[in-house]
């Protein structure tokens, strides 16, 4: 069956980086629309990234844009998500998400703060 097994996330201070992963099983992320959501505290699930198949375009929200990158693996069947430069209000759990048949990873949470 599809899962979604995210990681990566942690406490780390303002301009720091990070890089989530996202481990897919039960099909081929090569074939498929990928998404970064996150969540904070009292606020709406929102898009982050996407990635759609074999990697031809990439989106990001316009908070996100020239400081987080998505990317995939196909030999190793995980998408990730490169955050740089990051923000106190980039805090929030991130999760990935495979469009078709709305599968969603259970999470991983991301802080920062000094």
């Known amino acids: 069956q599809v899962q979604l097994v995210e990681s990566g996330g942690g406490l780390v201070q303002p301009g720091e980086s990070l890089r989530l992963s996202c481990a897919a099983s039960?099909?081929?992320?090569?074939?498929?629309?990928m998404k970064w959501f996150r969540q904070a505290p009292g606020k709406e699930r929102e898009l982050v990234a996407r990635?759609?198949?074999?990697?031809?375009?990439?989106n990001y929200a316009d908070s996100v844009k020239g400081r987080f990158t998505i990317s995939r693996d196909n030999a190793k069947n995980t998408v990730y998500l490169q955050m740089n430069s990051l923000k106190p209000e980039d805090t929030a759990v991130y999760y990935c998400?495979?469009?078709?048949?709305?599968?969603w990873g259970q999470g991983t949470q991301v802080t920062v703060s000094s």
């Open positions: 998400r495979r469009d078709r048949g709305d599968f």
């Open positions: 039960g099909f081929t992320v090569s074939t498929d629309t």
């Open positions: 990635i759609t198949p074999a990697g031809i375009s990439t």
